[in-house]
């Protein structure tokens, strides 16, 4: 089906309108509030508004949306053909990363990416920093994802693969959902598809968060990969995670001992 019949340029009817002879069992939705409900929506996601509608190629956001996905793959393509001896390194470390793993990971999740879209004035510009994080760190994935399918002898795009965050918004799942036509999971889906044999790409995730999700669910379910923030460090990453932790509970239980969370963490 065409991005042209899911995502209509003209404004949606209303589904419920006023019936002559209603009651108060019946569902409906006024005229006046549908108005509202359709205003407040373009507000919220201009580039469905029409005047920011590619009518040449019947799509929204007046094909911003599009350039932000044919990065990600120019990213995904960049590491794994390098041009350069910086880009060759790079690569080289990620590919060692994949050969290590003992597990033959049969899918991949990736947690908190973030936005991949700035806002109304990202129609007008250039990518913003934020969008360029969003986007090189999408392209390191797939880019990933692509060796462990060399590294298992698996067809091109063949790993399955799951996106997770609560910040997404209708504009990020634009890009992921209906161009790059990966799957986008509600909070907390995600979680369920983590495993030993999953590579899990979580740049932005919460240090902490991961004691009661990813490490608190038994050993069978930590993943063969993980790649997250910094494992050490003074003040961020997991060090403050776990010393935030342990202090906690060290004071509310007197017991000084190490818990098996954090014993499974290096």
Same mark, same amino acid.
């Given at each position: ?17 006023? $019936?002559?002879?209603?009651?108060? @069992? *019946? ?12 205003? @407040? ?17 019947? @799509? ?6 599009? +350039?932000?996905? %044919? ?10 053909? $390098? /041009? ?6 790079? %690569? &080289? ?6 050969? /290590?793993? %003992? ?8 947690? !908190?990416? !973030?936005? #991949?879209?700035? !806002?109304? %004035?990202?129609?007008?510009? *250039?990518?913003? +920093? ?5 986007? &090189? ?11 462990? &399918? ?28 209906? =161009? ?5 999971? $509600? ?10 044999? @999953? ?19 038994? *050993? ?5 990969? =993980?790649?997250?923030?910094? =494992?050490? !460090? ?6 403050? #995670? ?11 239980t007197g017991n000084q001992t190490i818990d098996s969370e954090t014993r499974?963490?290096?």
């Amino acid at each position: 089906m065409s991005l042209s019949n899911t995502i209509p340029p003209r404004k949606p009817v209303n589904p419920f309108p006023l $019936p002559r002879n209603h009651t108060t @069992t *019946d569902i409906f939705i006024t005229p006046e509030a549908w108005e509202e409900f359709l205003t @407040t929506f373009l507000e919220q996601h201009p580039g469905y508004h029409l005047d920011n509608w590619d009518s040449q190629n019947a @799509t929204p956001f007046r094909h911003k949306l599009h +350039k932000v996905w %044919k990065e990600v793959q120019f990213v995904q393509s960049t590491i794994m053909v $390098p /041009r350069d001896a910086h880009a060759k390194n790079y %690569k &080289e470390k990620l590919r060692r990363l994949v050969a /290590r793993t %003992k597990t033959t990971i049969g899918n991949a999740v990736c947690l !908190g990416l !973030g936005h #991949a879209y700035a !806002g109304e %004035k990202a129609l007008h510009l *250039d990518s913003t +920093k934020n969008e360029r994080t969003w986007i &090189e760190q999408c392209g390191m994935f797939l880019a990933l994802c692509q060796m462990i &399918e060399e590294k298992h002898k698996l067809p091109r795009d063949s790993l399955p693969k799951v996106f997770q965050d609560p910040a997404f918004n209708l504009e990020d799942r634009f890009v992921l959902e209906q =161009l790059g036509q990966q799957t986008v999971l $509600p909070s907390p889906g995600a979680i369920e598809h983590i495993n030993r044999r @999953t590579f899990v790409f979580a740049p932005h995730f919460p240090a902490d968060h991961l004691f009661g999700t990813i490490f608190g669910r038994g *050993d069978d379910k930590i993943p063969e990969i =993980l790649l997250t923030q910094d =494992l050490g !460090g003074d003040y961020a990453g997991f060090g403050a #995670a776990i010393a935030q932790r342990h202090i906690q509970k060290a004071y509310w239980t007197g017991n000084q001992t190490i818990d098996s969370e954090t014993r499974r963490i290096p």
